[in-house]
């Protein structure tokens, strides 16, 4: 009987711990692949960087113009030589435009120095193939990117 009695609280214990969670949401981003056809001796590394609907690719090289001010976030830095490396970026549900940059600068340099930062644009090179990608997150879900072919 005492077994009996034992058997059920560890069953009701196993039952209640096993239950779902309710504070997990689902997540939204983006993911894929980029693979690298060259690096120059030049870069220090690359990055997938997000930006907002609006940046105005064309304008990059401009001096005046303010590519920071259409900054979302970035993935994780790319060391140079990297063949191919797989990404995600967490997202809100919106519009983006995503590219692959390459850095002039030790990339853990620039990402965490708030000054050089903000001139990010003077510390980068625009691949050849620089098209960048315009995705939308309509809710929380992932948005799968086929593989992506980066020529410096």
Request: charged letters at 25%; aromatic letters at 12%; a negative charge.
């Amino acid at each position: 009987m005492r077994f009996a009695l034992i058997f059920i609280i560890v069953s009701f214990i196993a039952m209640t711990a096993c239950e779902k969670p309710e504070s997990l949401e689902a997540i939204a981003g983006v993911e894929g692949e980029v693979i690298f056809a060259s690096w120059p001796d030049s870069l220090e590394g690359a990055v997938l960087v997000v930006f907002d609907k609006d940046l105005d690719f064309d304008r990059i090289d401009e001096p005046e113009y303010k590519v920071i001010d259409h900054f979302i976030t970035y993935g994780d830095p790319i060391n140079p030589g990297t063949d191919s490396v797989a990404y995600f970026v967490q997202l809100e549900a919106g519009e983006y435009q995503l590219m692959v940059i390459g850095l002039l600068l030790d990339p853990a340099q620039l990402l965490a120095n708030e000054e050089l930062f903000q001139e990010i644009q003077n510390y980068i090179v625009v691949p050849e193939n620089s098209a960048p990608r315009g995705i939308v997150i309509r809710r929380k879900q992932i948005n799968e990117q086929t593989d992506w072919y980066v020529h410096f």
